[in-house]
Structure formats: C-alpha cells, structure tokens
C-alpha cells in the first residue's frame, strides 16, 4: 500500500464531508481548534494526520473516527 | 474528550493485540519497519501516531485500522 495514497484519500474524505455540511475552511478549523493552513493541507494530503487529530475532524464532521476510516478504506480498495 | 486519553486506550489496544499474537515489541517494530523504541511509546500513550502509522500497525495485527479505531472508541466510552 502507497502510504500517501491513504493521506489524499483521507484528505478528499474530509473534505468532501466539510462541504456537505456547508461549512468553511476557516470555520472548520476554528472547530477543531487548528489553523486554516494546517486544515488546507490536511484536505490536499500534504499533511500527516495524528489519530488525535483524527477524532476531533470526526467529531466536528458528525462522524465517528472509525466510520470515517473505514470510508478510506473503502476508497483505497476501490482503488486498487 | 481529554485526548492523552485516546493514546492511552491506543498505546494499550495496540499492545494487548501484539500479545495475543505473540509477537515481540522488537519483532513487531520491525514488522511495522519502526525502531523498537517507537513501539513501546506508543505503547505507553507517549507518542503520538499518525493515520499511516496506523494503517501499518493495524495490518501486521491482523487487522483493519477502522476495527482497531472502533475498539478504542468503545474503550474510551466505557470510561466515560
């Protein structure tokens, strides 16, 4: 598995959600307590994602971590 | 959510699982192509782990990251 292939998916997936419930980059990022460039590459898969980090994207996305991981991992099967 | 709870539940899912397996800290950080020492702070909750790292240590567990993610969910709310 290309690793960086896991943080662009992960990016898209965030992204996506962030725009489904119509919220900002810059509103999201104040949620989660970050800075908009840090939530920026995050979304581009330029940024590695600490599992700490992981839950509180999650739980401003209205999701569970683990619901949103196995969204990747959908991905990244289909991918494959 | 204080958030050194989640390496914590983390740090011991990780390490109840390598023992079920009977796999060393030294075999496994090899596995997982980390340094040993690397293992046993995550282990312990003292390392953060990022979202690739997870994949990682989740597949040389035998299993998925969204189930290792999931069992530290539902440990974290049994604390709760």
């Given amino acids: 598995m290309i690793s960086n ?3 662009k998916v992960l990016g898209e ?5 962030r725009s489904d419930l119509n ?3 810059e509103k999201f ?3 989660c307590n970050v800075h ?6 995050i979304e581009r898969g330029l ?3 600490s599992v700490k980090i992981l839950f509180s994207l999650a739980e401003n996305l209205n999701t569970t971590p ?6 990747i991992e959908k991905k ?4 494959e």
Same sequence: chains 1, 2.
């Fill in 5 to 7: 292939a896991i943080l």
């Fill in 13 to 17: 997936t965030i992204r996506q959600r």
């Fill in 23 to 25: 919220i900002s980059q």
């Fill in 29 to 31: 990022a104040e949620m």
């Fill in 36 to 41: 908009r460039t840090y939530i920026s590459q």
């Fill in 47 to 49: 940024k590695s994602v």
């Fill in 66 to 71: 683990s619901e949103l991981i196995k969204e």
């Fill in 76 to 79: 990244l099967n289909e991918k």
